[in-house]
């Protein structure tokens, strides 16, 4: 019985060892797990303060190659039976008309018959929500220059169709086209239109895709003329668009910001990387723009005669 009790006994305490041994490789993994996700999340936290310009090329001898930019989303002009069902024959025709401009990628004829449809007795409610979308994809497309038109759509009645004018206005953003003077310049305008926090998020992340002096200006503008919600994502966001260099800045106010532009001057290089200034951002001309509305306003009478 003695030996049966030792030889248990012995059982046990191996047991017990095996059991600790287990224990404090798993405490060990558990805080290696825990060090490396704590690394990982300082590594993220580093890129972010530093902003994206750091992420955003490779050198390869003088040229600097950017990251790829998300492509603005088709227009998907296929209607289902239920939306073709529901729309007029006066709809229909501006919806193939927009079909067909944007398939010829006739641009001011794009925006005028975007025009046509804001200036409409039915506007904005009593559109056919498929024509909405596809005119906001159709204007997403187009850049930049479809902003004006895109900020029309920020009124309507329908979740879906305002949701869509803002993701469109993150792609209009969201390009390689235009220089960040450019995108700069739109973004103070939208920032009078948009109050959705989220929105507004999105939109003031781009100052990271600005050379200093331009972020520090359009974040100077924003603090002066911006909605209340706009300055509060601006003061929010400020640590991460403002850290983009060693130096430890706290940049909260206006006034910190004109400290931050005056320590942290332009690079040499920023005009080769950053992009064509506004007036090079290749903007359909008032000649082409007038023409198409003319047309348009033409085939109008036409159907109002008939």
Same mark, same amino acid.
């Given at each position: ?14 047991? %017990? %060892? ?5 224990? /404090?490789?798993? @405490?060990?993994?558990?805080? =290696? ?17 530093? /902003? #994206? ?11 600097? @190659?950017?990251?790829?930019? #998300? ?16 729309? +007029?024959?006066?709809? #229909? ?16 004829? @794009? ?39 895109? @900020?029309?759509?920020? /009124? ?6 305002? $949701?869509?004018?803002? +993701? ?33 998020? =999105? ?7 600005? #050379? =200093? ?15 209340? $919600?706009?300055?509060? %994502?601006?003061?929010?966001?400020? $640590? ?24 942290? *001057?332009?690079? *040499? ?6 992009? *064509?200034?506004?007036?090079? /951002? ?15 306003? +033409?085939?109008? +009478? ?5």
């Amino acid at each position: 019985m003695k030996n049966i009790l030792q030889d248990w006994r012995f059982i046990a305490g191996a047991v %017990v %060892v095996v059991a600790l041994a287990a224990f /404090g490789v798993v @405490v060990i993994d558990g805080r =290696n797990v825990e060090e490396e996700k704590a690394n990982e999340g300082e590594r993220v936290r580093v890129r972010r303060l530093k /902003g #994206r310009k750091a992420e955003k090329f490779a050198r390869k001898g003088d040229v600097a @190659v950017k990251e790829e930019k #998300r492509v603005p989303k088709v227009p998907n002009f296929d209607l289902d039976t239920e939306d073709e069902s529901k729309m +007029s024959p006066k709809f #229909r025709q501006i919806y193939e008309d927009l079909e067909v401009a944007f398939d010829e990628e006739d641009k001011a004829k @794009v925006f005028a018959l975007v025009k046509k449809l804001q200036n409409m007795d039915e506007w904005p409610d009593l559109i056919p929500t498929a024509i909405k979308l596809n005119a906001l994809d159709a204007l997403a497309w187009f850049g930049l220059e479809g902003i004006s038109g895109a @900020v029309g759509f920020l /009124g309507d009645g329908n979740n879906e169709v305002v $949701e869509a004018a803002l +993701s469109a206005f993150e792609e209009m953003l969201d390009t390689d086209e235009y220089g960040d003077k450019a995108v700069a310049e739109v973004l103070v305008k939208l920032i009078h239109v948009v109050h959705d926090t989220e929105a507004l998020d =999105n939109l003031i992340t781009e100052l990271d895709n600005m #050379r =200093n002096s331009v972020k520090a200006r359009t974040a100077i503008a924003i603090f002066e003329s911006g909605n209340k $919600e706009a300055i509060a %994502v601006l003061q929010e966001n400020m $640590e991460s668009i403002f850290a983009d260099n060693e130096e430890d800045y706290d940049v909260l106010t206006k006034e910190d910001v004109r400290k931050y532009m005056s320590d942290n *001057p332009d690079d *040499p290089d920023d005009e080769d990387f950053y992009g *064509p200034n506004v007036e090079d /951002g290749g903007e359909s001309s008032d000649a082409d723009d007038n023409a198409a509305e003319a047309e348009i306003e +033409s085939q109008t +009478s036409d159907d109002d005669d008939e």
